[in-house]
């Protein structure tokens, strides 16, 4: 996205309608750009919240790698803190958000303002944020969970046939009366092609485990689930209460259908992600 001076800009990004105004210049990396939803289509497509943010370049050196992202939240609003970011938030009205926020110029302080902000306020709205690889064939989304090294990505890439809607991260908030589901920046590339329209709705989720075995999906029991989504969910580590968290997970499972996917990757797994 070119920068856009004082320009006010606006964007869907993490499943938040962004409005940035203020003397930064706005500039994204590919990866950020690629899942975000600009200009007229950031109008129209289903979001969960919005953000107005005035937004201010700062003399504060932005990291050269992703130092982590932090959120805290009270009755006073949202607090953001990363290296080269800090930014305050407030609600003023459901769903509505408005705040200042001071960043460096390197693109990477924008991506972290706009995943911090679409992370913090999914949990401020009720939501969840998973660990997830996310595939559709176009009606809606299933996701891939499960703890790193465990085969999201490597699962994915056998699923020729589908598109990819998110290889990392997954925002999850119960909106318009379904389950919601919009990408994250983050991942590593697949030989699949994107999903490029409206964001989703979430079908079902998926834990994947590498298996000696044949290739199967079993239902997972309420209390398995709640465990596995516990497992794979993101948020920092004092940022959001435990007991909170599990109860999200609950709500979730009730909902939602959640399997595990017992394969050795030895082939084709389109078929059976389909029947989820």
């Known amino acids: ?33 690629a899942l975000a939803w600009a200009a007229e289509a950031a109008e129209t497509a289903e979001a969960f919240a919005q953000a107005r943010i005035e937004v201010e370049a700062s003399t504060t050196d932005a990291a050269t790698t992703d130092p982590g992202i932090g959120w805290s939240r009270s009755v ?11 930014a305050e938030l407030q609600r003023v009205a459901p769903g509505e958000y408005g705040g200042t926020a001071q960043l460096s110029a390197a693109h990477r302080t924008w991506t972290t303002l706009l995943n911090a902000t679409a992370c913090a306020l999914a949990y401020a709205e009720g939501g969840l944020v998973l660990h997830a690889a996310a595939l559709t064939d176009g009606a809606d989304a299933v996701a891939l969970i499960g703890p790193p090294g465990a085969g999201k990505t490597r699962a994915c890439k056998l699923a020729e046939g589908m598109r990819w809607y998110a290889l990392d991260r997954l925002v999850v908030v119960a909106h318009a009366g379904r389950t919601g589901a919009w990408p994250l920046a983050g991942g590593e590339e697949v030989p699949l092609p994107q999903h490029r329209g409206d964001p989703l709705p979430l079908r079902a989720l998926a834990h994947v485990e590498e298996s000696r075995g044949a290739t199967a999906l079993r239902p997972a029991s309420q ?13 920092p580590e004092q940022g959001e ?3 909170e968290l599990l109860a999200r997970a609950h709500s979730l499972a009730r909902v939602l259908p959640i399997a595990r996917l017992q394969t050795s990757f030895d082939g084709p797994l389109t078929a059976l992600l389909r029947t989820l």
Do not use: K
Not at 223 to 231: C, D, T
């Open 1 to 33: 996205m070119a920068g856009l001076g004082r320009a006010v800009s606006r964007l869907l990004f993490g499943g938040v309608r962004f409005e940035l105004s203020g003397g930064a210049r706005l500039t994204m990396g590919e990866e950020d750009a």
């Open 76 to 86: 006073a609003g949202i607090t953001l803190r990363s290296r080269g970011l800090s």
């Open 223 to 235: 209390g398995e689930a709640v465990l596995l989504l516990r497992e794979s969910i993101h948020a």
């Open 241 to 243: 209460d435990e007991g």
